[in-house]
């Protein structure tokens, strides 16, 4: 059978046939880790194509992806961005949303987006540098929406600490962060995304999802990387009241 130009060319090495991987040279002063990195983004496609797109990472196909699935990324939908730095998912947002208003006839949606750290300006997005684990960083999002959301969406990710258990904590620890503002601010219907780590330690979190929203769906889209642990909880449906745990309440 004849293949597509370029189908699999890249992973095979079979006789007769070329391996188009770029390898790295290690270079005097760079560690395997670094050449591994380096490799690996040099062969990934959807770098190529964030590149070529004009996305300022490869994680803006993840949210296309869900988007694509899910469709919560309507015009006129207002979206909060949480973990947003360097931008992909914001310029994703942007455009479907209708932010700039570009689509003429269609509702026009807002995007707000809190990093950590600095993110360079987005047109249509309004971007603001704050650790939404401090104090009172829900409520500073809140003011600076100004209104309910129609999407809650959080890729925040802590800085590898080199042990899965801890990067794990972390993430729940932000996760549940971003469910807690999502309670709050979500319009009856709305979505919430967020990055999770396979492991275990969210079955509550999942749970509280599954009583307040219609339909909780666990997610790997093709742009994350199989290698990864991340996946990703799609709530969608939401019911507009959270409800307590009714077991929790006994044991009060
Ligand atoms: C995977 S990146 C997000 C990529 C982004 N979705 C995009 O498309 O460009 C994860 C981000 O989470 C941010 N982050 C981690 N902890 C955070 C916190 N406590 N508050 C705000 N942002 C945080 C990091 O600074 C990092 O930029």
């Known amino acids: 059978m004849t293949k597509a130009p370029g189908s699999r060319e890249g992973k095979s090495s079979g006789r007769g046939q070329r391996d188009l991987r770029v390898r790295v040279k290690t270079a005097k002063g760079r560690k395997l880790s670094s050449k591994l990195w380096l490799e690996r983004q ?3 496609p959807y770098v190529a194509r964030a590149r070529r797109e004009g996305y300022r990472g490869r994680a803006a196909y993840k949210i296309l992806e869900l988007d694509d699935k899910y469709r919560f990324l309507v015009p006129g939908a207002r979206v909060v961005d949480l973990g947003c730095a360097p931008g992909g998912w914001c310029q994703v947002a942007v455009g479907r949303v209708n932010a700039l208003g ?23 997005a309004e971007i603001h540098q704050l650790d939404f684990l401090s104090e009172g960083a829900d409520q500073q999002v809140k003011d600076w929406l100004g209104g309910p959301a129609d ?52 079955t509550e979190m999942q749970a509280m ?20 642990s991340e996946k990703f909880v799609v709530a969608t449906g939401f019911r507009g009241r959270p409800q307590a745990d009714p077991q929790a309440d006994q044991q009060d």
């Open 42 to 44: 040099l062969n990934d």
């Open 102 to 124: 570009e689509k003429s006839g269609k509702a026009v949606g807002k995007v707000l987006g809190v990093d950590l750290q600095e993110v360079d300006p987005i047109a249509g």
């Open 151 to 202: 999407v809650v969406m959080s890729d925040m990710a802590a800085a590898s600490s080199g042990h899965k258990g801890t990067d794990h904590l972390r993430i729940v620890a932000l996760v549940e962060a971003a469910a807690a503002l999502a309670f709050d601010i979500l319009e009856p219907g709305g979505t919430f995304v967020a990055k999770v780590l396979a492991g275990g330690a969210e």
């Open 209 to 228: 999802l599954k009583r307040n929203f219609d339909k909780v769906a666990n997610v790997k889209p093709p742009a994350s990387r199989s290698d990864s």
